[in-house]
């Protein structure tokens, strides 16, 4: 075998590890925060479309996550449901049944929390999404983007969000804002300076649920 011959295999064979080790670069991993506070506890009807509308979409290897926004929200112990699909098709399907039976349960007790902690959310959010190592990472936020934070919480610090989407589903008008529609406009200027500061690659708004939801990923 000439050296030629030889030194091409092997720069193939490290190509193909290579390819084989980063199985995961094209994969998907939502993690989707849901704000439970005050009267937006209501709207979780359109959470529970969004959440199975994702469960139909991502395929075996993607990951998905389902948080709820509340007083304090950077704790594992609000992740409502969370997996990562198995790669043989009919063991995904049985996970997906199961996230959406743990998503319905969680719909059932819902409470509205006094607080919306939606930057403890985000980093929580960044955290498991890291640990998926998927390709591409979004963070769903299902809220008025009012962030209201209890006595004690301390969120006015710089977050990393390094390559990650942020969508913001369903930003519901508040009665000040009906009133001067800048509190508005400014309240998702802020959000997007913030997380375009934070190293996020996308910022995306979707209120037309019912024709703009598959904006809400991004084609692989």
């Given at each position: ?63 998905l996550a389902v948080a709820k926004v509340e007083t304090r929200s950077f704790t594992e112990k ?83 969000l390094d390559g990650f989407r942020i969508v913001a589903l369903n930003v519901t008008k508040l ?46």
């Open positions: 075998m000439s050296k030629y011959l030889t030194l091409l295999i092997v720069s193939f064979s490290i190509v193909f590890v290579s390819a084989c080790g980063d199985s995961r670069i094209h994969s998907h991993g939502v993690y989707v925060l849901v704000d439970t506070s005050g009267t937006y506890a209501r709207e979780m009807k359109k959470a529970s479309k969004i959440i199975n509308y994702l469960l139909a979409t991502l395929n075996p290897g993607d990951s609000d992740i409502v449901a969370k997996v990562t699909f198995d790669k043989r098709p009919s063991q995904a399907t049985a996970q997906k049944r199961a996230f959406k039976d743990s998503v319905e349960e969680f719909a059932k007790g819902i409470k509205g929390s006094a607080y919306t902690d939606i930057t403890g959310g985000l980093i929580q959010g960044a955290e498991y999404l890291n640990e998926t190592k998927a390709g591409i990472k979004t963070i769903v936020i299902f809220s008025d983007m009012q962030e209201e934070l209890g006595k004690g919480t301390i969120r006015d610090f710089p977050i990393k009665g000040t804002d009906n009133a001067d529609p800048r509190l508005y406009l400014d309240r998702l200027a802020r959000w997007e300076a913030r997380v375009r500061k934070a190293g996020a690659t996308e910022w995306v708004m979707v209120n037309d649920l019912e024709s703009n939801m598959e904006s809400i990923l991004v084609t692989r």
